[in-house]
């Protein structure tokens, strides 16, 4: 998603344990387990703003995960032929396993997203042309699947209507399979469907599945995120087979203040999700409000006991439906403000110390005022 951000910026690492507080909803009672906690603050790292790279222009990093046999790690850009075709790089997030210092990042390839003929996808503006937003290594396979956020007209944009996808490619870029949408996540030209900037958003391998999330409502599950109330967002949950097999509502938070002045723009929703386990997930809400800037919190969520609603096409109207509950693991906006576009969310190496180790990423929009940031945390329980 394109929003922008403030320039102003702060290092409050003094505020980490006031930040790892909790709120909203209460895991499940059921659950021995103990919940994530972010336990501190490994360092940063940033990217110079349109860097070049093997003939492409890096930015617009929107989706991030690591093989966990090599060590290597996958960017993905939201870049929509703006300066290349849709592609995906892979580099090296340097992470000392013994301390946890995060002192360095590099890329080290780059392989262009291609339909299976080896042609190219449609540029912007055209139908079918892909938005990729998420990324995701799969070991089993040595594959990765990338989510399209697809597009469609609006009161604002005259484009063609491009369905949602999540696709299969090899590490060449080539697309190898997909998975079935279910047909209330359809893209349409009415009001019905996703919004525009509102499809997959977010995406991550379970123990026994692949989910996937939309970053905001339906038309027909209700109105977008004010500061006045949240809105429902549908996390889907396929089998490796590629067969949807349940939906969950997800419970966005309203706005944490109104556009200034009120009639400006703001926009929210999730924009990555991690498994913990088959139940448990790490989600990262983000928002943007004109005259306030970025807001990001990371949640963790469990399913267990939420409705599934993959046969329902509204959330408005029916019967009432248990969301998911959510539990707030760190609050970014306070941790670094001003808060950038917080898009990649993935797990990096296991530390000597037993602590796992846990990346965040900005898309900086290949806008000058905003930045391609990596922050790095360990966490326990995870």
Known sequence: MRIRSTKRRVVVLALLPVLLATTGAAVPAEDTRPALRVTRFLGEQTLPHKMPFQDTTVGGLSGID?????????????????????????????????????????????????????????????????????????PASGRVLWGSEGDRPD????????????????RDGREAGELRVPRNLTM???????????????????PDGIAAIVEGPLYQDGEPVTAEHGAPARITVWNRGGSPRAQYAYPLDPLPAAPVPPA????????????????????????????????????????????????????????????????????????????????????????????????LGSDDNFDPTETTRFLAFAARDC
């Open 188 to 206: 349409t030209d009415t009001d019905r469907g996703p919004r525009r900037n509102f499809g997959f958003e977010g995406l991550t391998f379970t």
């Open 66 to 138: 690591r093989d966990p046999r090599t060590g290597t790690w996958y960017f993905i850009s939201d870049d929509r032929w703006r300066y290349q075709p849709p592609r995906f790089y892979t580099g090296a997030l340097d992470i000392d396993r013994r301390t946890g210092r995060f002192d360095g990042v590099r890329l080290t390839g780059v392989a262009i997203l291609r339909p299976p003929d080896g042609s190219s996808y449609p540029e912007y503006g055209k139908p079918g042309s892909p938005d990729p937003e998420t990324i995701r290594f799969d």
């Open 264 to 359: 400006r723009l703001s926009d929210s929703g999730v924009s990555e999700i991690l498994a913990l386990d088959s139940h448990r997930y790490l989600a990262l809400e983000r928002s943007w409000i004109e005259g306030a800037g970025y807001a990001a919190r990371l949640y963790e969520i469990d399913l267990r006991g939420a409705t599934n609603v993959l046969a329902r096409d509204s959330l408005s109207t029916g019967p009432a439906y248990r969301p998911v509950t959510k539990r707030l693991v760190l609050d970014l906006t306070r941790f670094r403000p001003p808060a950038q576009n917080m898009e990649s969310l993935a797990f990096g190496p296991r530390l000597a110390s037993g602590e796992c180790s846990l990346v």
């Open 155 to 170: 009161e604002r944009t005259t484009v063609p209507v491009s369905r949602l996808t999540v696709r299969w490619a090899g």
